[in-house]
């Protein structure tokens, strides 16, 4: 007979172990799932009756909630209670980019996984099977291991014991509960095949049995920093290749279609856009660099930097020809930001390409007003680390006198937004800017006016048609 799982504690609901957990409820109803958090806040979120005040959004995840919350899914902040019933526990907390001390700027800081891990020591009642399922860097399981083997020695609570597994979270935010529901493949890490093999079998309820995939666990922790950092890869590969297309005849568009259409190449992942951001490319590479650093292997390590070197050049590069356009200055020029989050049906904006382009924007005295159809106005004060100016009526006198800050606007469905302004720019491929009324927006400018196009979304006919000056990623064709 295999280990009996009845209870399944996560520790960290984010954008990670909320919507997993949720998943796994819906597909696992005679199964408990205890989330827990330190942030009241977030708890309270989950909790909360009005669907739309989820600490998430995520499309698909409210039906989910519907049907698991308060049957088998529960949020708490009762740490305690859900470690102590717990048959597996998944660590699912932030492992951020260390900023200071051994590493700084390049392996993650784990000191959330050794809190998360000296709980679970403290608490932990018999066997308990211990999930990695953060991205973390390669040989954090003997790090846990440790750290727990070495707490049940100090306390001398020898009738406790624990395996440690692995099992990296391959979700893509904004995709999250389609990627979660029909996975290309489940990854599990780890020695004892019999703790393997109970983990298996929770997502042998909905997924096939040839996607779950055993392995060593160096291997899986290996395999997911490498997944991210291919898929970057392709991405900074694409966007290097947008800059030769812009100084030649080419179209990055035509480019990666004729690309993609090599099998062995494949067509995912090409599109050119303002850089890759969210909360695991950059952090993923650079875990890679620090290893290979640390191994003495310095090709590998530079191979892996340049990635993430492409990007924050391409973001700047972005920057520099936004103001080269508009006459070499956006000093008190009003500019119009569509999109914050660091892709679209997400409303996370770590690493998003946006902060640092109108971080840029704002440096050279641009007056930027910022929507976002997910992203608060909170948020974004966070990201730039600039208080906005309350704006009046959207219109460009309420920045009067002042440059290098910005206003939040809600809403884009009046067009009010553009009053006044010398360029819209496209940072996120949110649906509702593929249907702009180009002809209303272009009355409403100051000309010659432009849009700077970097998710290739907009009707290049129409913004033309409408006289306006059009610049696209990748189009040595663009005015
Ligand atoms: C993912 C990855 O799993 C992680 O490795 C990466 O660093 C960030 O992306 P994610 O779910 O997106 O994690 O992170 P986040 O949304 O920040 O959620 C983590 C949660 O853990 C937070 O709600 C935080 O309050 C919680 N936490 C953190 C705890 O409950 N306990 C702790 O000790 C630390
Ligand atoms: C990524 C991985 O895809 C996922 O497997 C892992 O678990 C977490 O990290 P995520 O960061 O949520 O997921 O989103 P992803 O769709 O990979 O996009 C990352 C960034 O690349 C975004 O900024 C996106 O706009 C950009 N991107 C993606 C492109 O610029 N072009 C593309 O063709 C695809």
């Not at 609901?13 to 330190?38: E, H, L, Q, R």
């Not at 520099?320 to 008190?332: Q, R, Y």
Request: one cysteine or more; a neutral charge; glycine letters at 6%.
């Amino acid at each position: 007979m295999g280990i009996p799982i009845k209870n399944i504690c996560c520790i960290g609901a984010g954008y990670v172990g909320g919507p997993t957990m949720t998943m796994m409820a819906s597909k696992c109803p005679d199964i408990n799932f205890n989330v827990v958090d330190i942030n009241e806040e977030r708890i309270k979120s989950w909790n909360n009756k009005n669907l739309s005040k989820l600490p998430i959004f995520e499309p698909g995840l409210e039906e989910l909630i519907i049907k698991t919350r308060n049957k088998n899914l529960f949020f708490s902040t009762d740490i305690k209670e859900a470690i102590e019933s717990a048959d597996i526990i998944f660590i699912s907390v932030n492992t951020p980019t260390k900023t200071k001390g051994l590493g700084a700027g390049k392996s993650s800081d784990l000191k959330w996984v050794e809190a998360s891990a000296r709980e679970v020591a403290r608490y932990s009642k018999g066997y308990t099977i211990v999930v990695e399922k953060s991205t973390l860097p390669v040989r954090t399981a003997e790090v846990i291991e440790n750290i727990l083997n070495s707490a049940k020695t100090n306390s001398k609570r020898e009738e406790i014991s624990f395996d440690v597994l692995s099992n990296p979270e391959f979700l893509a935010e904004g995709t999250a509960i389609k990627d979660l529901d029909s996975p290309d493949r489940v990854l599990i890490g780890g020695e004892n095949k019999n703790a393997m093999i109970a983990l298996g079998n929770l997502y042998k309820a909905w997924v096939p049995e040839e996607k779950i995939l055993f392995t060593n666990i160096w291997s899986s922790e290996l395999a997911k920093l490498t997944s991210n950092a291919f898929l970057a890869q392709r991405i900074s590969a694409i966007n290097s290749i947008s800059a030769i297309c812009e100084v030649t005849e080419a179209d990055i568009r035509e480019v990666s279609r004729a690309i993609g259409k090599d099998s062995r190449i494949g067509s995912k992942f090409l599109d050119s856009g303002p850089g890759f951001g969210g909360s695991c490319f950059k952090k993923d590479i650079l875990n890679l660099v620090y290893l290979s650093e640390y191994f003495g292997l310095t090709e590998v390590a530079s191979f892996w930097e340049s990635v993430v070197q492409i990007n924050n050049w391409h973001q700047k590069r972005i920057s520099e020809i936004i103001v080269k356009k508009l006459f070499g200055t956006v000093t008190n020029k009003k500019l119009v930001i569509l999109g914050f989050s660091f892709k679209a049906n997400t409303n996370d904006t770590r690493e998003s390409a946006a902060i640092h382009i109108c971080r840029n924007l704002l440096n050279e005295g641009a007056n930027l007003v910022i929507h976002d159809p997910k992203v608060n106005s909170s948020q974004i004060t966070n990201d730039l680390k600039i208080n906005p100016t309350k704006l009046i009526d959207n219109d460009n006198s309420s920045f009067d006198k002042k440059s290098g800050t910005w206003g939040f606007s809600k809403s884009i469905n009046n067009n009010e937004i553009f009053n006044n302004s010398y360029a819209v720019i496209i940072l996120t491929e949110w649906e509702e800017y593929r249907k702009l009324n180009w002809k209303l927006i272009a009355k409403k400018m100051v000309p010659p006016a432009w849009v700077f196009d970097s998710r290739s979304i907009v009707n290049t006919n129409e913004v033309k048609d409408a006289g306006l000056r059009l610049w696209r990623l990748g189009n040595g064709l663009s005015d």
